[in-house]
Each structure stands twice: as C-alpha cells, then as structure tokens.
C-alpha cells in the first residue's frame, strides 16, 4: 500500500514539474510575442512620423514658390527653417537637399558622345576625394547608386566617399551653381579654393539668376569658366528625416521631383537608412 502510494505521489509530482515546464514555456513565448508585438508598433509608429516629416517638408518645397526655369538657392523658404521638431514625444530632424548641386553621373554614363567638360569635373571630384582615377563604362542611365558597384573598380569604401558628392539624375540635369557645395564648385574648370568660398559667400547675399551672371561674376575673371552643364534651377529634392522615440530611431530619405508642365511633386524613391554610428545614444 505504501508503495502504490509513493508511486502515486511520484506520478503527481511528475505531472506537476510537467505542467509547470508548459506554462513556462507558455509565458516566455507570450513576453516574447510581446515584445515582437512592441517592437513592430514602435517601428509602424516611427515610420508614420517619417512619413508625416516628409510630408511637412513637402509642402515646404511647395510654398518656396519654386518655378521651372526661375533660380532654386539657399535663400528660399526650402532651405531656411528650424530642422528640428518635437512631435508626439518624438524628435523629428528634418533636412531638404537640392540634388541638383550634385554632379550627375547619368551625364557620364549614358550613351552617345562623351561630355569633356563634365568628364573632367569628375576626375577633379575623385582627385579632391583622393581617390584613384575611375573609367565611368556608357552602360546607359543608372537609378540607384548601388548599382555602380557592379562598375570596375568601384568598391564599397569608394563608392561610401562618392555618395555625398553624386546623383544620378536624367542626363539633361544640369549643377546648379546656387546650392553646389564648395567641393563641386571647385570641380569647375580653373577654379580654386578662396574664389569658391567667396562665390558661395556672396551668393548667399545676392544668388545668381543665371549661368551667364555666374560665369560674368568678376572673381570668375580670367579663368575662361565653360558655362556648359550649370545652371540656377533644379526640379529634384533629396528629404532626409531622422526620428527618435523611447530609445529607437529610424532615418527616411525621399527622393522627390516637380514636374515641370503641371508644378506637382511626385515621390520617386523612398528608402529607410541605417542609423550611422555617430548617431547612435
């Protein structure tokens, strides 16, 4: 009798260890649904705030008042405003780029004849980098950057150092001498360091309303600037917008473009970045 009872208790103390293993098992699975659960919300949540960035700094390309062939530059609505937002217990940093102040590689790439002048801007940009001189093959227009990996030659740490200097536009964009940074303004032909800074200082006083006033500029005088390629206009816009919230972060960059017969903007690519090390809490 006490036999059968000692197995009997044994018996129910194995059912008892056993059913405790299953629910153990059931609530670390249910905390970690949870959390999957949590986790997706906060990334559905940090996208909508990206999405309502982009969205703001839309309609603030819209009211710049922005037309086909008048001058885009730095002066304008676009440009000039607080970058930083707070929303909803997030942290939005919102930033607007003309792309047209980016030498445009599609110039390079396309078929038919080579462009000289926008070849030697390249190899002065790649010089300035100090990277190697880099052969661009006319394989025809290229729409992502990642795709120049397959080029010869073009690796990731070259292509990392290109990325802020170069776009890949329709072949007919031109650089816009308004908004290019001084590292592109030096890929002109004859230009130099202290006649660039003091290009984009006064520009940013009185901005040029065309290339001929440009190249006419008298701190350009003497240097025979070829006006080919430039201009004071540009149609393309790059919106970065970086959100924090409760510890997580998510950048968006929207590539967007204004059609020039109907003035709307239309969305051409959106992409979700990483986070860069320096960006990290």
Known sequence: ??????????????????????VGGMLRSHR??????????QQVQLRQLGLAGEAWAQA??????????????????????????EVEDARLHIDIEDLSGRLNLNALLARGQIDPVTLGRWTRLLASLDLPPLVLPQVGAVKELSQLR????????????????????????????????????????GMEAEPAKALISQRAQAPYTSVQAFTNDPLLSGLGLSS??????????????????????????????????????????RRFLPISPNERP
């Open 1 to 22: 009798m006490n036999r059968q009872r000692g197995v009997a208790l044994i018996s129910v103390l194995l059912v008892l260890s056993l059913a405790l293993l299953l």
């Open 60 to 85: 603030k390309l819209e009211g710049s008042a922005i037309t086909p062939s008048g001058p885009v530059d730095l002066s304008q609505d676009w440009a000039r405003f607080e970058p930083v937002f």
């Open 32 to 41: 970690l649904l949870l959390k999957s659960s949590a986790q997706q919300l």
């Open 150 to 189: 397959l080029l010869p030659d073009m690796d990731g740490q070259t292509l990392r150092r290109l990325e802020p200097w170069v776009v890949l536009l329709p072949k007919e964009a031109r650089l816009n001498i308004n908004t290019a940074p001084q590292r592109l303004l030096m890929t002109l032909d």
């Open 228 to 269: 080919h390629g430039l201009g004071v206009s540009s149609r393309w816009f790059r919106i970065t917008v970086s959100v924090t919230h409760a510890g997580s972060r998510l950048r968006l960059a929207s590539d967007i473009e204004r059609n020039p017969l109907t003035g709307r903007w239309t969305v051409l690519q």
